[in-house]
Each structure stands twice: as C-alpha cells, then as structure tokens.
C-alpha cells in the first residue's frame, strides 16, 4: 500500500499552534495516511495526547516526543512509539549551526547512547542537502516540523508498506521509503 507520511508533528501540547484535532484533520485534508506527534518534552502538557483517542480518523497517528538531549551541546531527538518499536530520529542538525564536521561528531556521540534510526535532511520543512551525504550512515528522511498550518506539508516520507506503525517504522528503519518537497528545487528520491 502506498503511503504518506509526517515523521516531526507538533501541537499545542507544546508550541503548535493548533490542537491535536485541528493537527490530525489538517495533515488528513492534504492527503497524509499517518503522522508522528512528536512535541518538545520540556514543555509538553502532561496527558495531552489523550485527545488522540476522541479523534476519528483514517489516518495512523503515531504518539512520540521530541527530546532535548545534551551531547556538546543541545540537540533534538524525536523518539516516535509504533506498537512494539520505536523509531529515533536525530532531528534538523543544521539548527546547529555548525560545521559539518562537528554535526557529524554529534550524531556519532548521540548514536552511541540512544541508538539512532535516521536523520533529518530538513530544517522547518526545506531540504538541507548538505546533510543528505554519504558520510551520515542512517537513512535520512524529510520532515516538515510543523509548529503553524503554512507548514504542514512542506516535506514528507512516502513508501510501499502494509498500513501498520511497525511496519513503517521497519520500512523508515531500513531505508525503504523515499523523501517528497513541496519545494521543487529540492531532490526527490
């Protein structure tokens, strides 16, 4: 089954701005089979995706978080719960401001601790290619990182997967999905 993913979701359980409802109808109005609500740990409303279960939805909706890690510095983790697997994504490394070299040192250090799936190769939704590289070994995704309506939809994952969260985690896991942009100067794969 094809599917259509958002990997880096927030709402007003952290700084979205738009509830886990409006979240979950706007991906589902522009097409998405599933989305990831990965809000900020350091801010998120306790209990709040609870409102995930008074949705009716088509869409997967996939319940995670986004971790602020401290490695050299802070950096973001998404940690995304399937059914039985997780999926951890080292999040928009160009926020960092660093040279590559330094970035690449940090997602090494954070692999050795956390265990990364894959990196982000966008930053709020447009595509970072320099770190679309070989040098980064983990399956790289596009993510939109939407905190505000304009920019659901920026970048997403799509793939060929039975519609099941592990099953998706698996296909991100192993490389087996390819990365869409709004923007069309950026590369599709």
């Not at 040279?99 to 601790?113: F, G, S």
């Not at 799936?117 to 790289?140: L, Q």
Request: proline share 3%.
């Amino acid at each position: 089954m094809h599917l259509k993913g958002a990997l880096h979701v927030h709402t007003t359980c952290s700084d979205g701005v738009l509830s886990v409802a409006e979240t979950i109808a706007a991906h589902e109005a522009q097409g998405f089979d599933f989305i990831c609500l990965t809000d900020h740990d350091f801010i998120m409303r306790p209990g709040c995706y609870e409102a995930v279960k008074e949705v009716k939805t088509e869409m997967l909706v996939f319940l995670g978080v986004e971790l602020m890690y401290f490695e050299r510095g802070y950096v973001h983790i998404s940690r995304i719960q399937g059914d039985r697997e997780t999926l951890t994504i080292f999040n928009h490394p160009s926020e960092l401001l660093l040279p590559l070299k330094k970035v690449l040192q940090r997602i090494e250090a954070v692999n050795r601790v956390v265990s990364l799936d894959a990196v982000e190769i966008t930053s709020r939704g447009y595509y970072t290619p320099e770190y679309d590289i070989r040098e980064i070994m983990f399956p790289k995704v596009a993510t939109d990182d939407s905190h505000e309506p304009h920019m659901i939809g920026r970048a997403w994952v799509e793939m060929d997967a039975k519609r099941s969260k592990d099953e998706i985690i698996a296909a991100i896991k192993a490389g087996d999905f390819w990365n869409c942009f709004l923007d069309k100067a950026a590369r599709r794969r």
